[in-house]
């Protein structure tokens, strides 16, 4: 499939690489998605790609794979606040699982879960 989008005169845009990679979730291939979403952010840059990690990670969630999810996104973004903005700007059906936030408070670095204690 690589190579044809990568074929003379097909210029595949943010819509197609998405297409692409909502297929490989619906298929089951999280794993492929997410190499489409590195190409994507690769070709055109992260600001295109929020409905590409959307789908990504819900692509995990729908196989239970919470840790995976959060690993994702870790490694997209690179820097935990990046994440966490990352991560706020994900449906509210994403940000409200209990398995989720426990994630991402789980992994916050020490100084901001002694902030949030004492806020």
């Known amino acids: 499939m690589m190579s044809n989008i990568k074929a003379p005169g097909c210029i595949p845009d943010s819509k197609t690489w998405t297409s692409l990679i909502f297929g490989q979730c619906v298929a089951g291939d999280v794993k492929k998605a997410f190499n489409f979403v590195r190409a994507m952010v690769k070709n055109f840059g992260i600001t295109d ?71």
């Open 49 to 119: 790609a929020g409905l590409a990690f959307e789908e990504v990670v819900n692509g995990f969630f729908q196989q239970r794979k919470t840790i995976e999810a959060y690993k994702f996104l870790f490694k997209m973004v690179g820097r935990h606040s990046e994440a966490h903005d990352c991560f706020s700007k994900c449906p509210s059906y994403v940000r409200n699982r209990a398995d989720v936030s426990k994630l991402f408070v789980a992994h916050e670095p020490e100084s901001v879960n002694a902030t949030a204690v004492t806020a």
